[in-house]
């Protein structure tokens, strides 16, 4: 198992920015990758930033530019930098962790930390 604590929520103005930390603890030898997703009001959660053992990256389209994703593996802690940030991305934002698929694949969120934008 896998716990993942959020930190580092709070409110901005737009053009602002946060970092976001997640610290993971227990077996973390396991995860094969972590990310941030995020819930608006009334919409579904979404893939925000993951970032693999290898360092791979992805984005969803609308953060590219502006926010980076990051791990530092001796603190297992996993970070999001968001920069420029717009009204549009108030949101919970959760961490995420997932197993390598050959040790079960297993699926770990945080309880998540709210980020608000205003104009």
């Known amino acids: 198992q896998v716990q993942l604590v959020e930190s580092g929520g709070g409110l901005v103005e737009a053009g602002g920015s946060l970092r976001l930390s997640c610290a993971a603890s227990?077996?973390?030898?396991?995860?094969?990758?972590m990310g941030w997703y995020r819930q608006g009001p009334g919409k579904q959660r979404e893939l925000v930033a993951a970032?693999?053992?290898?360092?791979?990256?992805n984005y969803e389209d609308s953060v590219k530019g502006r926010f980076t994703i990051s791990r530092d593996n001796a603190k297992n802690t996993a970070y999001l930098q968001m920069n420029s940030l717009k009204p549009e991305d108030t949101a919970v934002y959760y961490c995420?962790?997932?197993?390598?698929?050959?040790?079960?694949?297993?699926?770990?969120w945080g309880k998540g930390t709210l980020v608000t934008v205003s104009l």
């Open positions: 995420h962790a997932k197993y390598d698929p050959l040790l079960g694949g297993m699926d770990f």
């Open positions: 227990g077996n973390i030898l396991s995860i094969r990758a």
């Open positions: 970032i693999t053992n290898g360092g791979s990256t």
